[in-house]
């Protein structure tokens, strides 16, 4: 089954979008994707191929994971969030200490974005989150936005503790994607609770880091962005 994965794959290839994909996810010496690889297949045939293959087993998944193919990766990891929702207890345990065993190969923002809530989000939602709160403390920067963006399920829930805690860990953080990670979950809390998002930012809103207060107020009225961002009214 693995063989005709790869072989469906390489046949979806698209080396017309490889070089903006490399660009996009900062893939040159230096920067955070430093070394990935793409081989331009857009997201929606990678969840069609995700699906069609989703009993693959954790061994297989791993070599997708250990592959600096980014694709390869992704479909990895999107097959995941498709295992999970169909497992027993015993599974999705397995499918968690999986996830977190692999986070060296979760190292762009999209691989934690399509995927971390749905899975180690999920697990925690009725759980101890203290892992959570080691990850957040992490020097790696994914293993942080994986703690971030995984408290998105808690938050679809109502439940924003956890993510309000996390996201002062996090909020002076020196990296530009922790930043639009906090920003966008603080973003999520307002939609279904301005109140408690404007309580958070009455603390840190004279402070914080200007790309995480924009996304954070993304949906405010204009009277109150410029109100946050410090403009005459």
């Not at 693995?2 to 080396?15: D, G, S």
């Not at 207890?89 to 995927?115: C, G, P």
């Not at 403390?137 to 703690?147: E, G, Q, V």
């Not at 914080?208 to 405010?220: D, G, H, Q, S, V």
């Amino acid at each position: 089954m693995l063989k005709q994965l790869i072989t469906e794959i390489q046949q979806n290839q698209n080396p017309e979008k490889v070089q903006n994909l490399t660009r996009f996810f900062k893939t040159a010496k230096g920067q955070y994707g430093e070394g990935d690889i793409f081989l331009g297949l857009i997201v929606p045939v990678q969840r069609q191929i995700a699906k069609k293959y989703q009993k693959l087993s954790l061994k297989d998944i791993q070599q997708l994971l250990d592959s600096k193919i980014h694709e390869y990766r992704l479909i990895g990891l999107l097959i995941l969030t498709y295992q999970y929702p169909k497992a027993d207890e015993k599974q999705k345990e397995a499918i968690f200490n999986f996830y977190l065993q692999n986070t060296r190969n979760i190292n762009n923002w999209d691989l934690v974005d399509l995927s971390t809530y749905k899975i180690v989000g999920q697990h925690l939602k009725d759980k101890d989150k203290k892992i959570l709160y080691k990850l957040a403390k992490s020097p790696d920067l994914w293993k942080k936005r994986i703690a971030m963006i995984s408290c998105y399920t808690f938050i679809k829930n109502k439940d924003f503790q956890d993510a309000l805690e996390i996201a002062e860990i996090l909020l002076f953080d020196k990296h530009d994607l922790i930043h639009k990670a906090v920003g966008w979950m603080l973003r999520e809390i307002g939609k279904l609770d301005q109140k408690v998002e404007e309580n958070f930012l009455q603390k840190f809103y004279q402070t914080m880091p200007r790309t995480c207060l924009r996304y954070a107020i993304e949906k405010f009225d204009r009277q109150k962005r410029d109100f946050y961002l410090g403009r005459k009214i």
